[in-house]
C-alpha cells in the first residue's frame, strides 16, 4: 500500500503550507499526490519517486514564480466604495467636519471634510479622500496643491 504513505505524506505537507504559506509545501504536497496516483496505478517506487520529482520540479520550477508574481501585482481596479478614492464629487449640503452632502458618482452621500477647520460652501468641487462606512471623507479640489 504504497500509495497510502504518500496520502499521509501530502497530508503532512498540506498541513505545513497551512501554516507557513509558503507555497512550497502545497507544491509538494501536490507532487505526493502525483505519486500516490502513479503507485495506485501499481507502478514501482523508482517510478512513483520519478513522478515525484518530475511534479515536485515542475511545481517549484515553473508555478511558484507564477503564483508569487500574481500575488505580489495589486488589483487593477478597485471594487466598491473604494473605488470612489480620488473621484470628485459636488458639495449639495454644506460639508463641515462633522455633517455634509455630496453628489458623488450620481449618488448623494453623507460627507465630512478631511481638515476640520474647512467648511466647504454648496456647490463647491471636492475630491474624495476616503470612504469611512457610508461616509466620504472630502477636501476642497481648490486648495489641493
Request: glycine content about 10%; cysteine-free; hydrophobic content about 60%.
Amino acid at each position: 500500500m504504497p500509495w497510502y504513505i504518500w496520502l499521509l505524506a501530502a497530508s503532512a505537507l498540506g498541513a505545513a503550507e497551512f501554516f507557513t504559506l509558503t507555497l512550497v509545501f502545497g507544491l509538494l504536497a501536490g507532487a505526493a499526490l502525483v505519486a500516490a496516483v502513479v503507485a495506485g496505478v501499481g507502478i514501482g517506487i523508482l517510478g512513483q519517486l520519478v513522478a515525484l520529482g518530475v511534479a515536485a520540479a515542475a511545481g517549484l520550477l515553473v508555478v511558484r514564480p507564477i503564483a508569487l508574481r500574481h500575488m505580489a501585482q495589486s488589483p487593477l481596479a478597485h471594487e466598491g466604495s473604494d473605488a470612489l478614492i480620488g473621484k470628485r464629487a459636488e458639495v449639495v449640503h454644506e460639508v463641515t467636519a462633522t455633517h455634509g452632502l455630496v453628489k458623488l458618482s450620481g449618488e448623494e452621500w453623507s460627507a465630512r471634510a478631511l481638515d476640520e477647520t474647512h467648511v466647504i460652501p454648496v456647490g463647491a468641487l471636492v475630491d474624495v479622500m476616503e470612504i469611512e462606512g457610508a461616509t466620504a471623507v472630502v477636501y476642497p479640489r481648490e486648495l489641493l496643491p
